[in-house]
């Protein structure tokens, strides 16, 4: 029930910032769907800062990933890798510059799989590679291109995007999630911070500055285009973070009873689940 009234809340908030965005602020179709990575990410923030004990600041056993599920995400990972072309460029409606965000996005997801494998094993005591910054900075790049990935016509302008990208995901949870989780009270399980809050956070940045960069004989004109896209980044992370802070005082309600923090890792807490003997008896029934 928790998880309906989230989605609820967070779809409906989502959509009325595409609608502001789009219809109010007149923002391109495939601009505006990339604030999806930015609104998820601080949506999710502030529900975790929400949501933050105490007793959470050191991970518990169940939530460390084993052997199994890192393959599971590896695989997710890949197969995000090779189709994130298809979702920078699948809204843009222009030949060319839908051909433009494919390569870009190709660009920058090279460079930070590059500065992903480099930064991870600069980082590591022993010099191994973090299964965590892998799977999460890989896609740093094409999280942040999303913006302007039709816009950039400098194939080495997208690569440095990627380099940069890749370098704040590795450096983030390697350096920062550790200290500035428990300073904010936040608890980010899997580093959707520094995987997709940051980097898009970064990319929508950069749009606004290619904006000012490529018309600047001509900022009278281009200078409200730039403002009106900090105000729907602005309006972004805003109607995320209150999005965020209605549903986790939603989840906080006594009225879903919730389990206690030391149960928030266990599946059985939240499932009503048969015992052992149970499944043993019925499917004794069953083969008789």
């Known amino acids: 029930m928790q998880l309906i009234w989230m989605d609820v ?22 601009v505006s769907m990339m604030h999806a990575h930015l609104f998820g990410a601080y949506f999710g923030f502030m529900v975790s800062w929400t949501l933050y004990r105490s007793s959470l600041s050191r991970k518990a056993e169940k939530e460390r990933s084993r052997p199994i599920s890192d393959m599971f995400a590896v695989l997710g990972t890949l ?11 699948a809204l843009i409606e222009e030949e060319d510059k839908k051909w433009t965000a494919i390569y870009n996005t190709y660009f920058v997801m090279a460079t930070s799989t590059i500065a992903a494998f480099s ?24 999280i942040a291109l999303g913006f302007s990935a039709s816009d950039i016509q400098q194939p080495w302008i997208a690569m440095v995007l990627g380099l940069a990208a890749g370098t704040v995901s590795v450096l983030g949870t390697a350096c920062l999630q550790e200290r500035l989780d428990p300073a904010l009270k936040i608890h980010d399980t899997c580093g959707v911070h520094y995987t997709f809050g940051l980097p898009s956070l970064l990319g929508g940045i950069i749009h606004v500055v290619l904006i000012l960069t490529s018309h600047r004989e001509n900022l009278s004109v281009f200078g409200y285009s730039a403002l009106i896209e900090v105000g729907a ?3 972004s992370l805003c109607l995320s973070l209150f999005g965020g802070l209605i549903t986790g005082l939603i989840l906080t309600c006594k009225l879903w009873k ?31």
């Not at 890792?265 to 019925?282: K, V």
């Open 9 to 30: 809340v967070e779809v409906t908030v989502f959509t009325v910032n595409r609608w502001v965005a789009v219809t109010i602020l007149q923002i391109q179709s495939h």
């Open 79 to 89: 197969f995000l890798w090779i189709l994130w072309p298809s979702f920078n460029s």
């Open 119 to 142: 930064l991870s094993a600069a980082t590591s005591r022993n010099g191994k590679l973090s299964m965590a910054h892998i799977q999460n900075a890989t896609l740093a790049g094409g």
């Open 233 to 235: 980044l602005s309006l």
């Open 258 to 288: 919730a389990p206690p923090v030391t149960k928030y890792f266990d599946d059985q807490a939240y499932w009503e689940l048969l015992d052992s003997e149970h499944n043993l008896q019925e499917g004794s029934e069953l083969h008789s």
